[in-house]
Every structure is written in C-alpha cells, then in structure tokens.
C-alpha cells in the first residue's frame, strides 16, 4: 500500500513553503511600492495572502488583488488598512493585453489609486477605474456575449465558426466569443455567469448548453477540446429540447 501523509505533515510542508518564499522575496518586498496577488479567484485564498503581506510589507506600499469579480472591499476588509487595497484586473494574454481595470473597493484612498495608475502607464498599460460592481465593466460584458453566443448555437441560429466569424468579420473583435470562451474556459465562465445571474438577476441565466459542455468535460482551456469538438457542440447544442429553466441552485460566488 501506499504511505499515507497527515494533514498535520501537509499543514508542516505548507508552512515551510511559505517561509522559504518569505526568505527568497523579502528584500523586495522591502524595498517595493506595489505588489500584485495574482492568486486563483478564490476569495478566502486571496484574504490569507493578503494578511501575510501585510505583515511582511511596509506600510505604505500598496496592494493589489488581480480578480475579475470578487469583492475588493471584502478583501481589504482583510488587513488593518484596507486604504492601500486596490483591485487590479489584469487580461490574457497579459503581455499584449492593454488594458487593466482598476476596482476601487470602499475603503481604497486616491494616493492609491493615483500611484496605482503611474504603474500602470509605466509598465505599458491603459488603466480605467471602475467602483466595485458585480463583473466589473469587462467581465460583465464579455458573459453576456458569450452567453449569448451560445444561445444562438444551442438555437441552430448558426455554426460555431459562423457565429465566431460574425464578431471578428462584421465588429472587428480579434476573437469570436465562442473561441473567446474555449480560451477561458467554459467551467470559468459558468461560475462567473451564475454569480452574475444571482447578483444581477435573469439576463444572466446560463445557457444550458454550457452547463451540459462543462457537465461533459467540454471545458476549454485546460481540459484539450479535440479537433471534432466544434462538431460536437454543435451536436450537443442540437440534442438539448425544452430544457426551459431547469438550472440547479446558483452560487453565490465564483471560487
């Protein structure tokens, strides 16, 4: 049989990992104006880091959290001065993404914000602020397009490939919303739209389509669709009947 670990080893090996990063990056940490936490968009993971930082870091050095979604305000709540908390809404490929999202949560001060925009222009960027709001500006609309999408696909209104080509060819997108969502990932954006459909209300119901694909495994992003798997959500799209509202309960969030 196989040795078995203890969660107490797990909870060891952890705490060791997390020391040996405090070694490697605390002369930059304290010698740093701005750090960015660009953890997986889980709200309880994001607090944890920002409360280590905030132990490790200066005072005046600004925090930013790289979340498309979550409460900023609930994750500056997290440490003793949540002025210096900003969100910072970063988009992939980031390396030629322009753009950055700047989410003021409640408590974020305009030294903040002003420093964080100086960065932004440094490092390339174009930065927009927006106030903390279910999706942002971005997130919010680019659901509703791919929603949408694939709606019409579920509809037999067109192909996927048509339906890509329509956004490129006819409003100039450098993606089609389909292609734009196998980039993403099919089981993010159904997170994502649930969230938005308990926030802000029925125009954001998930088209059963993609709740059927992720059921399926047909992801996007990490999970390889094959060659044939455009067929095969066409397929899919055209096997669904008078599935009507039949949707589990939402979440309330997008972890």
């Known amino acids: 049989s196989f040795p078995t670990r203890r969660s107490s080893d797990l909870a060891e090996a952890d705490a060791n990992v997390i020391k040996m990063a405090e070694h490697a990056y605390m002369p930059m940490l304290q010698t740093a104006e701005l750090v960015v936490e660009a953890a997986t968009e889980n709200q309880q993971i994001k607090i944890q880091i920002l409360k280590q930082l905030d132990d490790l870091l200066p005072p005046e050095v600004i925090i930013a959290t790289n979340t498309s979604a979550l409460s900023v305000t609930e994750i500056a709540a997290s440490v003793p001065a949540p002025e210096r908390v900003i969100g910072m809404h970063f988009f992939n490929p980031v390396h030629k993404m322009k753009l950055v999202e700047l989410v003021l949560g409640i408590a974020t001060d305009a030294a903040t914000v002003a420093t964080s925009r100086a960065w932004c222009e440094a490092i390339g960027k174009t930065s927009i602020l927006v106030n903390e709001s279910p999706g942002l500006t971005t997130s919010r609309m680019s659901a509703m397009l791919g929603n949408e999408a694939m709606w019409m696909l579920q509809e037999g209104t067109a192909s996927a490939e048509d339906i890509d080509t329509a956004l490129r060819m006819g409003f100039n997108h450098p993606m089609g919303p389909l292609e734009l969502g196998d980039l993403t990932g099919w089981d993010t954006r159904l997170s994502v739209l649930r969230y938005l459909h308990s926030t802000l209300g029925e125009k954001f119901r998930p088209c059963p389509l993609i709740i059927k694909m992720v059921a399926a495994g047909l992801s996007g992003n ?25 949707e589990a309960p939402l979440a309330h969030d997008i972890s």
Do not use: Q
């Open 222 to 246: 990490f999970d390889t669709i094959p060659a044939s798997g455009r067929t095969v959500m066409f397929d899919i799209a055209m096997s669904i009947d008078h599935l009507g509202n039949s």
